[in-house]
Structure formats: structure tokens, C-alpha cells
């Protein structure tokens, strides 16, 4: 008997013949994966080395301590001198993590090289935090920038899951108690249509806090005006978004930074300081 499928001949179809011009085109790659590199700061000012590796050597200090439990600590970077300042910077340089914090004053926070250790920069205010999150982040991060009007928000049409969503998310965030492990909602595998993305914003409002993750893609993380309600996405290399998700939490995890961070930062602060002693 004769099979109702129809095989494709052999021989036929993309890449089965050779190309006239004798050249492979490939499909491009992924890139743009960061990763760390050591960097030695350098400076004519021998003061200045000195003053600068004696704050290095505190934040190292600072992030092993901090990796076992103990407070964030801070450093004022304005007490150094001007030469000692160019050395910090240079030493510290930027990883994958950034914010913006609003709130007065707006602050602008860049993780360092080195994980856990936080660049605080606004009006009146330049610091190094050593924490797995800067505390601002966390007291300002539901502050409302656009009001949660919750259930409030104007129905309209297209709306399909954003209400069960929203009491879903509302239920979490009044009944989370600190330390509980984060409740997700992931959009991606849940029927939702565009008017659902477009109410929600609408009813959970913003925050204070943006977070942008640099790595393999990235991901953005944004504060609700909801209490512990977080929008993460992440995207791709080619910035496409590929897992769209709400978090209720304290923090997205994928903001902070672990203990086993904090200590590695430890003891590369340390080997930065004996290369340019």
C-alpha cells in the first residue's frame, strides 16, 4: 500500500547545492556577553595611590563582612582628594548592573567591576555602598511615581486575564511577609493580550526604582507603586523580549548580588591593591 506521506527528494532544498559564488553564509551569532576583567589603575601622584588603596582596602573589608551577614556599609568618595578620586573610578570602573532612583535627590547608581559594590551619584552625594542591593533601592522602590489605582482602572476593551492577574498579584503583595520566597507570574506562558499589558500598567502604576541588568541580553526591572510588585523582562542579544514576568519580593534576585559575589569581590579588591602597590 502506498503511503499518503510524501517524502521530500533527496538531493533538494537549502544547502543541498552548491553555492555559485563559493562562499557559506552563517546565521550571526549571539555577542555582547560581559564579563570581568581586571583593570590596574595607575597615577603619577604616589599620594594619591596611597590614599586611594587605604579606602580599596576598607571596601574589601567592608564586602567580606557583608558577604556573612553584617549591614551594608558606605564610603564617602568625596573625602578623597581629587587625584585620589580619578584613582577610585578607575579602579572601580562598571559592571553589568545600573539604576535610577527617583525620589529627592534623583540618585544614579552603577555597580563597580567588582559585584556588590555600588557607585551612588547625585546632587550633593557621591558614595560607595557594599551591599548585595543599595539600600534606596529598597526604601524607595514603591514610592509612586504614577499612583496603583488597583481594580480602579478603567476597563477596557480586549481586557481577558489582567483582573485575575492583578487580584492574583494584589493577594501576594498584602500577604508577603520578608524572607518568603518570591511569588511569579510569568506573562510569557500565560494568555494574556496587548489591552492586559496595557490595564495592568495602568493599575499597578510605577515606582521609584528602574534596573537595568547587562549580560548575555538584558534584563529590566521596574517598580511597581504596588507594594513588593516588580516587572522583570528579560531580552536577548538582539533585544528581543523572550520572558516577560511579575515578581512580588522584597528585590528581584536577578538585581542582587549573592554572598558567594560579595566575597569574590573581596578578594579581587585585594589582588587589585597588591598589582598596583
Known amino acids: 500500500m502506498a503511503s499518503p506521506f510524501t517524502m521530500p527528494p533527496a538531493g533538494f532544498g537549502p544547502g543541498s547545492q552548491p553555492d ?6 552563517y546565521m550571526a551569532m549571539p555577542s555582547g556577553m560581559r ?7 595607575t597615577a603619577e601622584d604616589q599620594a594619591a595611590l596611597v590614599e586611594a588603596i587605604a579606602m580599596l582596602a576598607e571596601m574589601a573589608a567592608a564586602a ?27 579602579a572601580l570602573g562598571q559592571g553589568e548592573v545600573s539604576m535610577k532612583i527617583r525620589g529627592l535627590p534623583a540618585v544614579m547608581v552603577q555597580e563597580s567591576v567588582f559585584a556588590g559594590v555600588w557607585m551612588l551619584l547625585a546632587a550633593g552625594l557621591d558614595r560607595v555602598e557594599v551591599a548585595p542591593v543599595p539600600t534606596l533601592a529598597l526604601s524607595r522602590a514603591n514610592l509612586p511615581h504614577r499612583p496603583a489605582i488597583g481594580a480602579l482602572a478603567k476597563r477596557i476593551p480586549g481586557l481577558a486575564n489582567a483582573p485575575s492577574i492583578l487580584t492574583e498579584l494584589m493577594d501576594k503583595s498584602r500577604a508577603r511577609r520578608e524572607g518568603d520566597i518570591a511569588h511569579v507570574i510569568n506573562l510569557s506562558l500565560l494568555p494574556h493580550t496587548p489591552a492586559d499589558l496595557t ?12 534596573i537595568l541588568s547587562r549580560g548575555y541580553g538584558n534584563c529590566r526591572v521596574t517598580a511597581t507603586a504596588q507594594a513588593r510588585v516588580w516587572k522583570v523582562q528579560f531580552y536577548n542579544s538582539m ?21 558567594e559575589d ?8 585585594r589582588d587589585v591593591i597588591e598589582a598596583i602597590r
Do not use: C, N
Not at 20 to 25: A, F
Not at 199 to 210: R, Y
Open 35 to 41: 564579563t570581568y576583567s581586571p583593570h590596574i589603575p
Open 20 to 25: 555559485p559564488d563559493g562562499e557559506l553564509q
Open 199 to 210: 490595564w495592568l500598567d495602568d493599575a499597578l502604576g510605577e515606582g521609584a526604582v528602574a
Open 239 to 259: 533585544d528581543t523580549l523572550i520572558l516577560d514576568t511579575f515578581e512580588v519580593t522584597e528585590m528581584p534576585e536577578v538585581a542582587l548580588a549573592a554572598a
Open 64 to 90: 567580606e563582612v557583608v558577604a556573612q551577614g553584617a549591614p551594608p556599609v558606605e564610603f564617602d568618595l568625596s573625602t578623597l582628594s581629587p587625584a585620589a578620586r580619578k584613582v577610585m573610578a578607575d
Open 262 to 269: 560579595l566575597a569574590d569581590s573581596a578578594t579581587r579588591i
